[in-house]
Nanobody, 125 residues
Framework: QVQLVESGGGLVQAGGSLRLSCAAS????????MGWFRQAPGKEREFVAA????????FYADSVKGRFTISRDNAKNTVYLQMNSLKPEDTAVYYC??????????????????WGQGTQVTVSS
């Protein structure tokens, strides 16, 4: 069982930056690939970024590539999402998720076993 708690969301102006954190409980965090997803009002949840269990591989949605960076610290049981050059269209609730063992389908939300409660990110124009 893994519990995930996101933090770091908030209100920022376009062009600004935020760093989201996702703290995981449990002693097996390093066995999980981790992902970030987001859901804007009236839209379906979409993939943002993912990272392999050891941080050796990262993946990004085209819409955030070059602006967002996912990273993890297994010693702290935490995964991060650094978001730069934010745009109003990045406004959404951001969720972290854990996928035991990881898979090639890192962008598929149904592959993930555990989810956090989400943190709101609002980007004003």
């Amino acid at each position: 069982q893994v519990q995930l708690v996101e933090s770091g969301g908030g209100l920022v102006q376009a062009g600004g930056s935020l760093r989201l954190s996702c703290a995981a409980s449990g002693r097996t965090f390093s066995r999980y690939a981790m992902g970030w997803f987001r859901q804007a009002p009236g839209k379906e949840r979409e993939f943002v970024a993912a990272i392999s269990w050891n941080g050796g591989s990262t993946f990004y949605a085209d819409s955030v590539k070059g602006r967002f960076t996912i990273s993890r610290d297994n010693a702290k049981n935490t995964v991060y999402l650094q978001m730069n050059s934010l745009k109003p269209e990045d406004t959404a609730v951001y969720y972290c998720a854990a996928d035991y063992g990881g898979s090639s389908y890192y962008a598929n939300q149904y592959n993930y076993d555990y989810w956090g409660q989400g943190t709101q990110v609002t980007v004003s124009s």
